[in-house]
């Protein structure tokens, strides 16, 4: 049996923010917090999802725990692990979220046994570490099935779901209707979207907390050329030569300092881009519901003649085994992979399928930092989204983004002013047109990232983020 992992935090303080926010928020933010820690004393505010590496959900804990630490909160961060096939049937549920069929399997009671005896055999072990009174903060449909054990040791107990559909539809009832005799007992639901929040879902108890960024981590943090430069030069993700000197050494979230080592796996083919050509870039698991299939589609429609710019694409996911919660990430990349063979010649040498090393959290986040920053369009042709963090990722780098209008892209992108939205995701006339007018007008492109980078930062950073969970506890009198 697997056991539940504990995961190291760092303390941080809120007063990194204050050149970005100011003094008086940042004065705010201290008082809520204050009032917040003498809320909690004695008692634990706990966090459990399924993984600590790939995916927003992780990259959130891991900055926002630390701020929380720093506050002088004693939060805490588990991992419950699973079955392969526990992690088949959460990502078929995943699926059903978001409205999609996904590989089509079962959701009866042989998947709900599975899912059940999941729970269950984990209870017994956060029963020797949460307490009464303890807080806790189940995230997403992996941990669900948590709460009614929770409740019987008397912790106070919130579900967070980071992932939805706007519409109802017969997957998305299927979903919670498969989720919702687990959901019964929480004391608040938390959500991205209003939209989102299901009937089996009393609305009474739901609050909306947009996911945030962390301007301080190493995925977002400033970056000088010839980093950026060194960094992508190692990993085989542009061509050489790297500046004089190299510039390897990165410093880690806590203060030691930190060295790119991997390369990338790319498959290409012939040579790498060089460092003056254009690249349009998506970022993202490799997930069928991201839509690098489609990607690849727009750019073949784009590459029919001249481009302008003469660009490439790059299309960055984990390295399939490196992302423990997701089953079907090699299969997706296969497929990927395979549709990438059959391109024309004239562009598949434009297009190049990179899986990013994640042996090492902060190496892995350095590496997206710097092709982000390098890119020249940044494109997330999601099909569903629940938030869509690399859309965030990429506006804070002033990057222009164009964008499917799905899910929680619509809350970040203004249509024109900081980033293009594809009101289709299957239009792809629609993306080629979006690509073609950044590519072609770099004045508004450059106008549009600007505008990207300052509706982050006055929307969607980690302060922001924690004052609404201290507002959630305050409201549940915890």
């Known amino acids: ?7 190291e935090l760092e303390p941080l303080s809120l007063n990194l923010f204050e050149p970005l926010l100011g003094r008086d928020e940042i ?12 809320r909690l004393t004695g008692r634990v505010f706990w966090n459990v999802n399924t993984t600590a590496v790939g995916g927003g959900v992780a990259e959130m804990l891991q900055s926002l725990l630390r701020y929380a630490r720093g506050a002088g909160i004693d939060a805490r961060w588990l991992v419950m ?14 699926h059903a979220l978001h ?6 399997s079962a959701l009866g009671a042989e998947q709900r046994a599975l899912y059940e005896s999941t729970a269950a055999e984990f209870a017994r072990e956060f029963a020797a570490c949460v307490r009464p009174r303890d807080v806790v903060l189940l995230h997403d449909p992996q941990t669900a099935g948590l709460a009614s054990h929770l409740n019987r040791i008397g912790a106070t107990v919130v579900w967070r779901c980071h992932v939805g559909h706007d519409q109802p539809g017969p997957e998305v009832d299927r979903a919670w209707n498969f989720l919702a005799p687990y959901l019964e007992s929480v004391a608040a639901f938390v959500f991205s979207r209003s939209t989102y929040v299901p009937d089996v879902c009393d609305s009474g108890r739901a609050s909306i907390i ?39 050494v990165f410093q880690r979230t806590d203060g030691t300092p930190g060295r790119i080592e991997r390369q990338a796996d790319v498959v290409r083919l012939g040579r790498a881009p060089a460092w003056e050509t254009p690249l349009v870039v998506q970022v993202s698991r490799w997930d069928l519901l991201k839509d ?19 660009p490439h694409l790059v299309l960055a996911g984990p390295n399939v085994s490196g992302v423990s919660d997701d089953p079907e990430g090699g299969a997706v990349f296969d497929a990927v992979e395979a549709h990438w063979r059959e ?3 004239a562009v598949r040498h434009r297009v190049h399928l990179a899986c990013l090393p994640t042996a090492d959290v902060e190496e892995n986040a350095i590496i ?13 042709k999601s099909l569903h989204e629940g938030f869509g963090l690399t859309v965030t990722e990429a506006m804070w780098k002033g990057r222009p983004v164009l964008a499917s209008a799905v899910g929680g892209i619509q809350d970040q992108i203004e249509h024109g002013v900081s980033g293009l939205l594809v009101k289709d995701p299957a239009d792809l006339d629609a993306f080629v047109e979006g690509l073609r007018y950044l590519l072609e007008n770099p004045a508004a492109a450059e106008r549009i990232g600007a505008a990207a980078r300052e509706r982050v930062r006055v929307r969607f950073l980690g302060v922001r983020h924690l004052l609404e969970y201290a507002q959630l506890f305050q409201r549940l009198d915890v």
Do not use: Y
Request: proline share 10%; with cysteine; hydrophobic share 35%.
């Open 1 to 7: 049996m697997s056991h539940l992992r504990g995961v």
């Open 27 to 38: 004065e705010r933010a201290a008082q809520v917090a204050a009032d917040l820690r003498k």
């Open 81 to 94: 692990p699973g079955s392969p096939e526990f992690f088949h049937l959460t990502k078929r549920l995943h």
């Open 99 to 104: 409205g999609s069929i996904g590989d089509g």
């Open 210 to 248: 947009q996911p945030s960024i962390d301007a301080f981590a190493a995925k977002n943090r400033e970056l000088d050329a010839a980093t950026v430069r060194t960094v992508l030069v190692h990993t085989g993700l542009v061509e050489g030569p790297p500046p004089d000197p190299p510039q390897h």
């Open 292 to 310: 690098m299939e489609g990607v690849m589609r727009g750019f073949a429609r784009l590459c029919d003649g001249r481009p302008p710019g003469d």
């Open 343 to 345: 391109l024309p010649h």
């Open 368 to 380: 997206v930092n710097a092709l982000q920053r390098h890119a020249t369009v940044i494109v997330q």
